[in-house]
């Protein structure tokens, strides 16, 4: 029976020794020099988010077509890139299993994402327990995530409280709303989004009139609708994607009156682009963030978005998402052409310190990182209104220029933030 | 506080919805015994059907009865090709089913993408009524309320009172001897089948009416349809009655009390009816 036992043994153990080997074959890229890059993608592609796959895709197609290369890869002097791709749902928990997935399994050299603030965060502990491997973050804003020192992280746009500067200011002296009520998602990202608003707004001398924080994925509004008070000037809508368009569409049906101050994913391609009919409610919505205005006339803007709208699957513009993954991942792309595909050792450490050096003009204005690896960016303030052909579009109502981190972080407040 | 009845109306109609597509689960099973899994997918491909229909012919009714066609022919489909050989075994319908929806999702995703769609339903119908108590209240939401009500006593009505109900009901609780007697059973488990499917296509078009239609629908309203067969007890229509309505009015409540345990208090209400009453309120022992 022992005898049998050991027999057993052998085969097994000699399966998992080879399985070491190759496992660490793939993880240590010892001292030698890069012979292929491999970059793992993390993007949504079900829940409220669910285009982010496809605007993921874009924005890389963009950007990969620049070297020669597609979607799938290409080459960078000589060094083969290949690209993968991991969907995810928009939680903590399903970017958990997919970075994991892509590191341990697929065994990616730089993970590239994700698309939602919770993720992020969950994206940025993992990087903390893997320093071998780079990541570069898709469009995840939640203040804390480069604060959280992950050496081995880096985030090419501005965090959500910094999209908000300057709204708050304008919301109370120039649109003169004194009193707003909170409708936001119950998560990191519009902690910070919202927190970023009311901070200045309140500080202004605004005041708030209650804050619904609501799940995400909330497809029914109206008893959240029905909560609004009659004294309030405008309603804060912190919602994106599906949630967004959701709640405008009932805010018309429900026969809404009060103007709206959006959140930075409020006001986007994403959520105004679909067929409900939200003109009513929506013209007039202010937000602050990355996207500028359809005026805005760069020659880098003009070229990416002529670029974006042959992609496959593309929107008749660029949403926040693409504009964020293709600045985070042509950034990624510059610094790889810059060490010419050779990532260096240990740790990667010719593209970790040319991402950190790299300066660059973006389609949204000059990109550079800060000493926790955190961009300084140019940040706009919109306004929604109505089109000539009664279509939704915006009017950009200014620009501010090198827009650096603060340090403040925001859980979920009630009345203004603390 | 004065909105509470509007809270109440507001749970009443979500439960409409959740009605419409659990009344067709509850008919496949909760009656037929046939545990599927791409009851979301039925509800989400009529939903986008009737969108698609809607939109191209500006006419609401067509864009329900094409929902409820797509998703009927989508059922008999699954029944006939793929699960009825095996229809006795649970855990391969169930896989079978699985893989329906998991195929179906990617395919959904890959044509109609992933942003929100809405079913456009007539202008006429956009306002807002004059309620006493409540005031002011959207038509849609009512006239959602009245069909899932119609729908409701139509199929509770079939079910119990008429000969076809009768067969249904024999060929469920004894299939041989229903056989013996000269019904052909097949038939019958193939139209329930349909039927079940068609309800839940119907049910996509409702809320892609009043919400939007969005990719990861069909595996919420697949647990919120399986949470109300659950709570009312299998197989019967009064129960999924009750149990939409019970879980349409805890979720509105608990957005408006405690928005962040919103979902956790819908389950909660699954784990009490089972704790106090395993077999769902309407239930009969099994």
Known sequence: MKAMLKKRLVPVVAIAATAGLILSGCSGAGGGETKEIKIGVLATDKGNLAFGMDEAKAAIGVSMASIGGTIDGGEIDGVPVTIVYEGTDGT?????????????????????????????????????TTPEVTYVNGSASPVGMTLAGATNFFRFHGDSAMWMGGLGDYAYNEKGYKKIYAIAEDYSFPYDNAGGFFSEFCAAGGDVTGNSWVPVGTTDYSSIIAQIPADTDAVYVGLGGADAASFLSQAVTAGVNKPLVGGTIAV????????????????????GGPVPGPDYDSPEWQAFVAEYVKQPKAFPSPSIFSILYYNSFNSLLL?????????GSPDQK??????????????TGPIKLDANRQAIVDNFLIEVEKGADGKLTTKQISQTSGVAQGTKTYDRFEGCPK | MDIWPLILLNGLTLGAVYFVASSGLTLIFGLMRVITLAHGTSFLFGGYLGYVVAAATDNWILGLLAGLVAAGLLGLFTHQVLIRRFQDDDMRVALITLGVAVIGTDLMLAVFGGTATQVPFPQNLQVALDLPVIGEYPLIRLIILAIAIV??????????????????????DDAPMTSATGVNVRVVFAVIFAVGSALAGLAGVISGTLFPLLPGQDGSYLLFSLVVVI???????????????????????????????????????MVIVLAVRPQGIMGRPA
């Open chain 1, 350 to 363: 010719n593209l970790r310190e040319a991402l950190t050096a790299l300066e660059w003009t973006s389609p």
């Open chain 2, 151 to 172: 729908l409701g006593l139509a199929i509770y009505f079939i079910i119990a009172k008429t000969r076809f109900g009768s067969i249904v009901r024999a060929g469920v």
């Open chain 2, 231 to 269: 709570v009312g007890g299998m197989g019967s229509i009064p129960g999924a009655a009750i149990g939409s309505a019970l879980v349409g009015i805890v979720s509105q409540f608990a957005l408006v009390i405690a928005p962040t345990y919103a979902f956790v208090l819908t389950f909660a209400l």
């Open chain 1, 268 to 287: 986007d391609t994403t959520a105004l682009s679909g067929d409900a009919n939200i003109a009513d409610v929506a013209a007039g919505m202010i937000a």
């Open chain 1, 335 to 343: 610094a790889l052409e810059e060490v010419k595909g050779q990532l």
């Open chain 1, 92 to 128: 903590s928990a399903s970017a958990q299993t997919a970075v994991k997935k892509l590191v341990e399994n697929d065994g990616v050299d730089i993970v590239f994402g994700p698309v939602s603030g919770d993720e992020g965060e969950t994206v940025v502990q993992y990087a903390l």
